[in-house]
């Protein structure tokens, strides 16, 4: 029996924070055992942002794969591999740019929201409009069937399937896979200002890397309930980060349903929500930064590591774009 393929990655414009851990890094470590998975450091998919900084890309990688393996990514059974070591990846990219529109293109909703949120106006890279190809050939160039993202990469999806099947029309055949979209129920940690996403770039995150005393003044500054001023005053738990975070995090469900019904009719203070979250959150972060410091002295294994996981995946990528110029009739010397 073969495991079904999963492909999933990360731009590499900065250390991954624990919204990364609670989204998709711990439901990566339960694909190791069920799946074929495959890592993506997406270095050029990165650029299509951040041209002015290719540094910044070049050295996000290694933070990126340090972070996988601190937290536990078994290069032994996920195989991380490099965007840009794999040419595949970037001559499927052209061959499927000829199957999408300009128009749709700029329609795609994740694509939408991202040229907003960069305010490009009318002057996008072109790059960057084109990533929903380039994010096609990624997932199809692996074959993979499961692709677990966040919510606002599913448009992203969509549009890869209907990639898939215009070529499989034109080719007469099946040569590509569609893929499905794992979304987790959770829904997306907010940022510790309670504004909904969190990120490097806002300031509002805890980096996997973050000390014992950035994650107390981290959870110390955390949005709770405006309202809620007095221990005596029934407080609020819906949009109360601390309680976004104990959800995600606080094993002990029966406790917290207790502590969310004693805070709701007052009664329960901010500072022992607090201390509770500092103790959780401590005891997940400790063994990943000991981890990553750990790793981090040893760059030339980490260096390994991508070598070997992208001299692997390479030839995955050749072989199915192979099948693609074959399928598609091209002239195959
Ligand atoms: N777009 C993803 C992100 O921003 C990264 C990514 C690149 C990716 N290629 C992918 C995700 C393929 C899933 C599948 O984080």
Do not use: W
């Not at 999933?8 to 799946?35: C, E, K, M, V, Y």
């Not at 293109?105 to 949120?117: G, H, Q, S, V």
């Not at 305010?119 to 072109?126: L, Q, S, V």
């Amino acid at each position: 029996m073969t495991r079904p393929v999963i492909l999933t990655g990360d731009r590499t414009t900065g250390p991954l924070h624990i919204g990364h851990f609670a989204g998709s890094l711990r439901n990566r470590l339960r694909f190791q055992d069920s799946h074929e998975q495959f890592l993506l450091l997406a270095d050029t998919q990165a650029l299509t942002d951040n041209a002015h900084d290719p540094g910044k890309v070049r050295r996000n990688v290694i933070e990126v794969a340090l972070d996988y393996l601190a937290t536990g990514i078994d290069p032994e059974r996920t195989t991380i591999c490099l965007q840009s070591g794999l040419p595949a990846l970037a001559e499927l990219s052209m061959l499927y740019l000829n199957f999408v529109t300009v128009s749709r293109l700029e329609r795609n909703p994740t694509i939408k929201d991202e040229i907003r949120a960069r305010g490009f106006g009318r002057d996008i890279p072109a790059g960057f409009l084109c990533y929903p190809a380039a994010q096609a050939a990624d997932i199809t160039a692996f074959k993979a069937t499961v692709v677990p993202v966040g919510e606002d990469q599913a448009p992203l999806i969509e549009q890869t399937n209907e990639i898939v099947r215009r070529i499989n029309a034109t080719a007469g055949k099946t040569i590509l896979l569609e893929a499905q979209a794992i979304i987790p129920k959770a829904g997306r940690l907010p940022g510790i200002d309670g504004k909904a996403k969190m990120s490097k770039s806002a300031g509002n995150a805890i980096a996997l890397s973050a000390p014992p005393e950035v994650i107390s003044a981290a959870v110390k500054a955390m949005f709770t309930d405006p309202n809620h001023l007095r221990i005596e005053d029934p407080g609020q738990v819906e949009g109360n980060v601390v309680f976004a975070f104990l959800d995600a995090f606080d094993e002990d469900l029966v406790t917290l349903e207790e502590l969310k019904a004693q805070y709701r009719r007052g009664g329960l203070g901010d500072g022992k929500i607090k201390r509770r979250l500092d103790e959780i959150l401590q005891a997940l972060i400790g063994p990943i930064r000991t981890r990553r410091t750990e790793l981090a002295k040893d760059l030339p294994y980490v260096l390994d590591v991508i070598r070997s996981g992208t001299e692997r995946a390479r030839s995955h990528t050749e072989t199915t774009k192979h099948e693609v110029v074959e399928g598609l009739g091209l002239f195959v010397l």
